[in-house]
């Protein structure tokens, strides 16, 4: 059974945006980071952690998994057309968290205080702050 054309576009129109639009990206971006660095506070310390953190305590899966959900950050950043040197510094972020959080019980006390994907939102805020400025969202 073949779709026409017309039947495509209204599929199309019903996915969610996951288009280049700037608001887009900031929307999924600053979702990403909340996901994998403060989707939980830890009771008693009262300290935000997300899944970088927890599953990077499982062996070698768990840090590529969440290199892999780093690296999506990045590659919206180059999406974005942020410069050379801003994905270089993001993918550096990723490349040291990745690389220390594998060293076993050390890399997962890194892990809980290095957080790359907070440090690669404020450059991709900090960008779009400066290219963008009617993406800006009040903060609470």
Known sequence: M??????LRRMAQQLPDVSRDPQAVRTRVEAMEKV???????PGIKQPVGLDALVGMIPVVGDI??????????????????????IT?????????????????AGDVFDFFWRS???????IRKHLDKHHPGTRTIEG
């Not at 073949?2 to 039947?7: L, P």
């Not at 994998?36 to 830890?42: D, G, H, K, T």
């Open 36 to 42: 994998l660095e403060r989707a939980f506070v830890i």
């Open 117 to 123: 994907n907070t440090r690669n939102l404020r450059i």
């Open 89 to 105: 510094r993001m993918a550096a972020n990723v490349g040291i968290d990745t690389a220390l959080g594998a060293i076993p019980l």
């Open 2 to 7: 073949a779709i026409s054309e017309e039947q």
């Open 65 to 86: 998994v969440t290199a892999i959900m780093g690296a999506y950050i990045v590659w919206e950043a180059r999406n974005l057309g942020m410069s050379k040197w801003q």
